[in-house]
């Protein structure tokens, strides 16, 4: 099956590699070397919440990053589309992973001022929007063509309602680090599952969301306002034993975990993502664009995440099954199993 390439709108790490810190740049290699395996052709690098300094470092970093990978052979797939910074404007309530000490309250004038540092490299923020300020720092981050993203909130069914009517278009990991569903007040959950312009982030681990959940929301949103994210950790791809996330020691067992028992990421990759999907009876079809074409939609790329004349032809061809066998960067084969690319064909 020859399929568009697959996209991570939220990745922590990978490969033994930490996002937040990016301490070895040329851990890099290693990490892409991850991830076209897998399928993924472009990603956006994941920054959770950390002191603004170090932030604003990390931020200067994935941008030299990002540049050096669009001046690479081949483009240098896969291609770091953007960072995604997840808070620091977040509810302490439903901090998750997410240090407490390191969260901030919304504001738009010292958001600006990170954006103006490294212009263009973000592509989506995460925030609590019934955060005091939230209202203002989603108008800013629209102005520069932002995506923002609903997470780790507090936020009732109102409260998220006018959030989507100010311009958040996607809900972050739906169902984890937020408001429950309750049948008397249903809060960002329910009043994402029922507003058509909002996409769903889900991790289908079928660790941080049972396999029911996860087909009754794809079955009430659709594959079109669904994206499979991996939210993954450095642990994903390496052997059992200590990790870390953004400075935390964690402990890996199904899924990284603080001390405390606290999910802290996955060890999912976004081909597993399609077969676990596959598996609990989607179709293939469907999955494979919820890792392609939904990405690609959220970030306004029409060429990516689609298989058509002006398309990128950033591909991946699958075995039977939904194996990665060959990526092609704009046509040009770049990655088969084995680590030799075959010879480009007509």
Same mark, same amino acid.
């Given at each position: 099956?020859?399929?568009p390439?697959?996209?991570?709108?939220q990745? %922590?790490?990978?490969?033994?590699?930490?996002?937040?810190?990016?301490?070895?740049?040329?851990?890099?290699?290693?990490?892409?070397?991850?991830? $076209?395996g897998?399928?993924?052709?472009?990603?956006l690098?994941?920054?959770?919440?950390?002191?603004?300094?170090?932030?604003?470092e990390?931020l200067?970093?994935?941008?030299?990053?990002?540049?050096?990978?669009? *001046?690479?052979?081949?483009?240098?797939?896969p291609?770091?589309?953007?960072?995604?910074v997840?808070?620091?404007?977040? %509810?302490?309530?439903?901090?998750?992973?997410?240090?407490?000490?390191h969260?901030? !309250?919304?504001?738009a004038?010292?958001?600006?001022?990170?954006?103006?540092?490294?212009?263009?490299?973000?592509?989506?923020?995460?925030? @609590?929007?019934? $955060? +005091?300020g939230a209202? @203002?720092?989603?108008?800013?981050?629209?102005?520069r063509?932002?995506?923002v !993203?609903?997470?780790?909130? %507090?936020?009732?069914?109102?409260?998220?309602?006018?959030?989507?009517r100010?311009?958040?278009?996607?809900?972050?990991?739906?169902?984890n680090?937020?408001?429950p569903?309750?049948?008397?007040?249903?809060?960002?959950v329910?009043a *994402?599952?029922?507003?058509?312009?909002?996409? @769903?982030?889900?991790i289908?681990?079928l660790?941080? $969301?049972?396999?029911?959940?996860v087909?009754?929301? /794809?079955?009430?949103?659709?594959?079109?306002?669904?994206?499979?994210?991996?939210?993954?950790?450095?642990?994903a791809?390496q052997?059992?034993?200590p !990790? !870390?996330?953004?400075?935390?020691?964690?402990t890996?067992?199904d899924?990284?975990r603080?001390?405390?028992?606290?999910?802290?990421?996955?060890?999912?990759?976004?081909?597993?993502a /399609?077969? %676990?999907?596959?598996a609990?009876?989607? +179709?293939?079809?469907?999955?494979?664009?919820? @890792?392609?074409?939904?990405?690609?939609?959220?970030?306004?790329?029409?060429?990516?995440?689609? /298989?058509?004349?002006?398309?990128?032809?950033? $591909?991946v061809?699958?075995?039977?099954?939904?194996r990665?066998?060959t990526?092609?960067?704009?046509?040009? +084969?770049?990655?088969?199993?084995?680590?030799?690319?075959?010879p480009?064909?007509?």
């Amino acid at each position: 099956m020859l399929a568009p390439g697959l996209i991570d709108l939220q990745i %922590n790490g990978c490969a033994g590699v930490d996002f937040a810190t990016l301490g070895d740049p040329a851990g890099l290699d290693r990490v892409h070397r991850f991830l $076209l395996g897998t399928g993924v052709t472009g990603y956006l690098p994941t920054l959770i919440s950390t002191p603004l300094p170090q932030l604003r470092e990390t931020l200067r970093r994935w941008q030299e990053a990002a540049r050096r990978r669009e *001046s690479a052979p081949a483009k240098g797939l896969p291609r770091i589309l953007g960072v995604h910074v997840e808070g620091p404007y977040l %509810n302490p309530a439903f901090a998750g992973a997410h240090p407490k000490q390191h969260l901030r !309250s919304p504001d738009a004038a010292e958001f600006a001022g990170i954006l103006d540092e490294v212009p263009g490299i973000v592509k989506l923020v995460t925030l @609590a929007p019934e $955060l +005091p300020g939230a209202e @203002a720092l989603i108008e800013a981050a629209r102005r520069r063509r932002i995506v923002v !993203s609903a997470g780790h909130t %507090n936020a009732t069914f109102e409260q998220a309602r006018q959030a989507f009517r100010s311009g958040v278009r996607m809900v972050t990991h739906l169902f984890n680090a937020m408001r429950p569903l309750h049948h008397r007040e249903p809060g960002i959950v329910g009043a *994402s599952l029922l507003d058509d312009r909002v996409v @769903a982030g889900l991790i289908a681990d079928l660790v941080h $969301l049972h396999p029911a959940v996860v087909r009754m929301v /794809i079955e009430r949103k659709g594959w079109k306002r669904t994206a499979l994210v991996t939210d993954a950790a450095a642990a994903a791809g390496q052997p059992a034993g200590p !990790s !870390s996330l953004a400075g935390q020691a964690l402990t890996v067992s199904d899924a990284p975990r603080l001390p405390s028992g606290t999910l802290a990421g996955s060890l999912l990759t976004l081909d597993q993502a /399609i077969r %676990n999907l596959m598996a609990i009876g989607v +179709p293939v079809r469907e999955a494979v664009l919820m @890792a392609s074409a939904v990405p690609a939609a959220v970030l306004r790329r029409p060429d990516l995440g689609r /298989i058509a004349v002006g398309g990128r032809a950033d $591909l991946v061809l699958f075995d039977r099954s939904m194996r990665v066998r060959t990526v092609y960067a704009s046509g040009t +084969p770049v990655f088969t199993r084995g680590g030799i690319a075959p010879p480009a064909t007509e």
